[in-house]
């Protein structure tokens, strides 16, 4: 079965850096858009970053443009996010997401797939 396991979320302060990954298994990585969402304590849980199966393509939610790097290693079956200049506002749970069509990611979480469980991010000083 697909399964994905994130990794690298901790607490930071405002204006800092982390680095997300997620490893997969049971899956053809590269047959699969990779993703990450995010969801704050009593809202949705909303999209923030996708990239195509060969990574020749990235996509990002406006509020994170320019801010965070999604990646992805093919060779490791792993996604990454690069997160800078963090806001405490971004404090929630991230997510691993994977589906093979990447143009779901925009569309919104009910339209993915498979899910990874989770990893807090904690933005404060």
């Known amino acids: 079965q697909v399964q994905l396991v994130e990794s690298g979320g901790g607490p930071v302060h405002p204006g800092g850096s982390l680095r997300l990954s997620c490893a997969a298994s049971?899956?053809?990585?590269?047959?699969?858009?990779m993703g990450w969402f995010r969801q704050a304590p009593g809202k949705e849980r909303e999209y923030v970053a996708a990239?195509?199966?060969?990574?020749?393509?990235?996509y990002y939610a406006d509020s994170v443009r320019d801010r965070f790097t999604i990646s992805r290693d093919n060779a490791k079956n792993t996604v990454y996010l690069d997160m800078n200049s963090l806001r405490p506002e971004e404090t929630a749970v991230y997510y691993c997401?994977?589906?093979?069509?990447?143009?779901?990611?925009?569309?919104?979480?009910?339209?993915?797939?498979?899910w990874g469980q989770g990893t807090q991010v904690t933005v404060s000083s």
């Open positions: 997401a994977a589906d093979r069509r990447v143009g779901n990611y925009m569309l919104g979480s009910r339209y993915i797939n498979y």
């Open positions: 049971g899956l053809q990585f590269s047959d699969f858009a």
């Open positions: 990239i195509s199966g060969y990574g020749g393509s990235t």
